[in-house]
């Protein structure tokens, strides 16, 4: 098995952020991603494998789909085929595959929705592009709807709001309705119904990893910073990417939640029965998948009998945490309802520096010079602070407040009309690595654009999804792979804690 | 005799349409929306929504951002339309309302702008490749239909006049239940065709992008997630979860 | 899917992770690394050791700090930092030393 992004044609940046290829049919094709094992399926109460009525099982669930969310049915209607949408998606600008459009990716869907429910549909197929479900459909389905971030880029163009992330999430609900489900998602929804995170982190091996966190920041700082976890009665529940347990640049921005929390005195701390903020329900469409996982978090909070819950940097948890936690765990009377309810990592650090409890020396960072990839679900799905915008002004507030080097991308590539990293929506998968390097074109040009103009060296994203994929990707554009850091990452370096050894009582 | 199956047409059409839509708008309004899916830039407030609305609906303002092109062609159109519609309510009233009259010469006028919004759009459909490969027939046919009645109507505006007099008598009458005589010039009779196969086709096309857009969870909900809970009398339903965490589980 | 060990199949998944964790051995490691195509030195070893004591102890592998933190003391600084870590396993030392060293795959965001 040679490694599975060794395929010889090397991206290129384009001209421009936003440019538009020339489309190539049957592009990305081929591109195709792991069908998860029978074990992984009915572990998310999906059949194990394709049922032999898949077509009826497959139509019934459209129907119920269209009756359950309006959405669903709302954008399969409404759309006029304006084309508003079609420059808008970083795989199609990256695979040049019309299929990737989103409108065109909506069809794939459409159709099949129109020939069953539409009287057009019915009497008028080759009117209106409807056309009946076959297997060829439903395979096409898999491929496309597994090139989608539901980044949601799209819905902000479109006229109507259409969203293709909903679509994407209501086909992949079809699909593993009738036992086709992707690998990667299912594996790990599996894994976390069972360990409690996406990593399959035992209780045992993630309060060694912490202890030896704990001793990095002590060699760092001189200080005993903590990071505790199951600690009963304690004030803050923190809920993170387990990535933030296992992976660079992640971990270092666990390291600087915990400078923040001791700097600020707070009591808190990690569960390791809820010790996962994503919430891979989401990219699979699944309501009730997505209500389990969250219900971890409400659990925990409960059991710990913490008074606030606080979310560390993860984009899609974020989403599901700020605009759907409250409906789908709450409701949260039993926390302290003079904090929002659950406050995001940022919120808590820019609090503690506008009221100046935390002391930060922003010289410590001058090496760097900063960009901030707004991602997308933070981006387009949520918000922070109680100001409108507050997604895109709390982080940068940060940034800003802890390095004194900083440089915005350009305006159609980032805040609402930020590009997916590429790695988003259940992609972030070694399977779909080419995909994953022609997606994240956009973004590395536009990188490029300010490290060329403004010598930028590191870029921050607030997701551990991002990060991973940057921090994979970015060599293949001639990028390092610590270009890529955690918002934390920087705080951390900046913030001086109360009897730390610094560089200047060493002189 | 054609008085008579233009009358049908017309009850018939109407029927249609207002029955057609009101069951979808009935639909959509009562389907369930399980979770706050408000794209950004959300408003936080009631009143910011009605407001994005409002800038959605009558500037067509993500389209604006989204493509100058499309924006240009849809604007002129539908504007237009909306305005040789207002102009066409002399037809419909006895004494024509003022302000009618008074939009009734920008009115005629905005037959071009239709016409040029609507063949804009057309040549982006032909020459544009991305918009040509999202093209189904009803795409074409949809803007040879509202070409075909923006057309036809101009000509009776600019060239061969028809009987108006007797149209709007015919009009008045129908609005009362009683057919009377309509002129039978091929070209109006192409006309009123083409309007009542418009409405006709309205609630089972991409027309339904009209009530749709008002109905889009994406624009239409409130960034209040945090503070407001919404649950779905479906999602009401699903099997309670343990509160606590379980023995057994236990870390 | 298999590897060959000396005539002996041993399953592996799409990704080349061995199916049945208890059918690793240094010969089948091996075999991994050169359908990796890389060339096994004492540092590898160091690594993949490791990583399977690690596993023996935690039944997951470690975080990829925890692992350069290990094998700096081990081996020392220039064998123990990131960089390094690429140069032997350019597919990263997290998921290429975890095929190697008969680990499964870390899955989630890393």
């Known amino acids: ?507 | 005799m054609i008085s008579t199956v233009y009358a049908v047409l017309f009850y018939l059409a109407t029927i249609l349409l207002v029955v057609g839509v009101g069951m979808r708008v009935w639909k959509y309004a009562t389907t369930p929306v399980p979770l706050n899916i408000v794209v950004s830039p959300a408003p936080r407030t009631k009143r910011g929504v009605v407001f994005r609305m409002f800038r959605e609906v009558i500037f067509f303002e993500s389209l604006f951002k989204s493509n100058k092109w499309i924006w240009i062609f849809a604007y002129l159109f539908h504007w237009g339309m909306l305005i040789v519609l207002l102009r066409h309510l002399r037809y419909f009233t006895l004494n024509t309302w003022w302000w009618v009259e008074i939009i009734s010469p920008i009115g005629r006028l905005m037959a071009f702008a239709m016409l040029a919004g609507l063949l804009g759009l057309w040549a982006r459909r032909v020459l544009q490749e991305r918009i040509r490969y999202i093209s189904n027939p009803s795409d074409h046919l949809m803007l040879a239909l509202l070409v075909g009645i923006a057309a036809s109507g101009a000509l009776m505006s600019y060239v061969t006049h028809t009987d108006i007099i007797m149209v709007k008598a015919y009009m008045l009458g129908l609005l009362r239940f009683r057919i009377g005589d309509m002129p039978t010039d091929p070209i109006l009779m192409v006309h009123l065709g083409l309007v009542a196969l418009l409405m006709i086709i309205f609630p089972i096309s991409k027309l339904l992008h009209v009530p749709g857009v008002f109905f889009a969870p994406s624009r239409t909900l409130v960034d209040n997630a945090r503070e407001k809970r919404r649950v779905s009398k479906w999602a009401r339903n699903l099997p309670p979860l343990p509160e606590g965490i379980p023995a057994n589980e236990e870390a | 899917m298999a590897y060959d060990v000396n005539g002996t199949a041993v399953e592996h998944d799409e990704e080349g992770y061995i199916t049945n964790l208890s059918d690793w051995s240094q010969e089948l490691a091996g075999v991994i690394a050169q359908a990796e195509e890389i060339e096994m030195t004492d540092e590898h070893w160091a690594v993949v050791n490791f990583l399977r004591d690690y596993y023996e102890e935690y039944q997951i592998a470690p975080a990829v700090r925890v692992l350069i933190k290990a094998i700096k003391k081990s081996m020392g600084p220039e064998v123990g930092n990131n960089k390094y870590m690429y140069e032997l396993f350019p597919y990263g030392p997290a998921k290429q030393a975890c095929k190697i060293a008969g680990l499964p795959k870390p899955t989630g965001c890393v």
Request: proline letters at 4%; hydrophobic letters at 40%; glycine letters at 8%.
């Open chain 1, 1 to 507: 098995m040679a490694p599975l992004d060794d395929k010889k044609d090397v991206p290129m940046f384009s001209d421009y952020p936003q440019q538009i290829p020339k489309i190539e049919c049957g592009a990305s094709l081929d591109t195709d991603t792991f069908k998860a094992y029978p074990e992984h399926n009915e572990a998310l109460g999906f059949p194990g494998e394709l049922l032999p009525n898949w077509k009826e099982v497959a139509i019934a669930k459209m129907g119920e789909l269209a009756k359950k969310n309006r959405a669903f049915q709302v954008y399969l209607d409404a759309c006029v085929k304006c084309g508003a949408c079609t420059d808008k998606c970083q795989y199609f600008l990256g695979t040049s595959d019309p299929k990737n459009m989103p409108v065109a990716r909506q069809d794939l869907l459409r159709s099949v929705y129109r020939r069953y429910f539409t009287f057009a549909g019915k009497y008028f197929p080759w009117l209106v592009g409807a056309r009946d479900l076959t297997k060829e459909v439903l395979d096409e389905w898999y491929t496309y709807y597994h090139q989608c971030s539901q980044c949601r880029r799209c819905a902000v163009a479109c006229p109507y709001g259409i969203d293709t992330a909903e679509i994407s999430m209501a086909a992949r609900e079809i699909l593993d309705s009738v036992g086709v489900g992707q690998k990667y998602c299912n594996e790990i929804i599996a894994k976390l119904k069972k360990t409690g995170n996406n990593l399959g982190l035992n209780p045992k091996a993630l309060r060694a990893t912490l202890e030896d966190m704990e001793e990095d920041l002590l060699d760092e700082t001189g200080v005993e910073v903590k990071i505790p976890l199951d600690v009963k009665g304690a004030d803050i529940l923190l809920i993170t990417p387990s990535a933030d347990f296992f992976a660079e640049p992640h971990i270092e921005g666990l390291m600087g939640y915990a400078k923040v929390f001791h700097s600020a005195g707070v009591s808190w701390t990690l569960s390791s029965y809820a010790s996962e903020a994503a919430n891979f329900g989401m990219f699979i469409g699944s309501y009730e998948n997505m209500r389990e996982v969250s219900w971890r978090i409400r659990q925990a909070a409960k059991d710990l009998g913490v008074k606030r819950i606080i979310f560390g940097e993860c984009g899609h948890a974020w989403r599901v945490a700020y605009s759907f936690l409250n409906t789908l765990a709450g409701p949260f009377d039993f926390l302290d309802q003079n904090y929002p309810i659950p406050q995001h990592i940022l919120e808590f650090t820019l609090d503690e520096i506008e009221s100046g409890r935390l002391k930060i020396d922003k010289s410590r960072n001058d090496e760097h010079v900063v960009t901030f990839h707004d991602s997308c679900n933070v981006a387009r799905g949520s918000a922070m602070g109680d100001k409108e915008g507050g997604q895109f002004d709390v982080p940068r507030a940060v940034l800003k407040a802890v390095c004194n080097n900083f440089h915005d991308m350009e305006r159609d590539t980032i805040r609402e009309n930020t590009f997916c990293c590429g790695g988003g929506g259940g992609l972030l998968t070694d399977d779909l690595m080419d995909l994953r390097i022609k997606g994240a074109k956009p973004r590395m040009t536009a990188l490029k654009q300010v490290a060329d103009e403004h010598g930028v060296n590191k870029m921050v994203a607030i997701c551990a999804i991002c990060k991973t994929q940057f921090a994979k990707v970015m060599p293949k554009y001639g990028f390092d792979m610590d270009t890529i850091q955690s918002a934390h990452q920087l705080v951390a370096n900046a913030v001086i804690l109360d009897g730390q050894e610094t560089e200047d009582d060493a002189e």
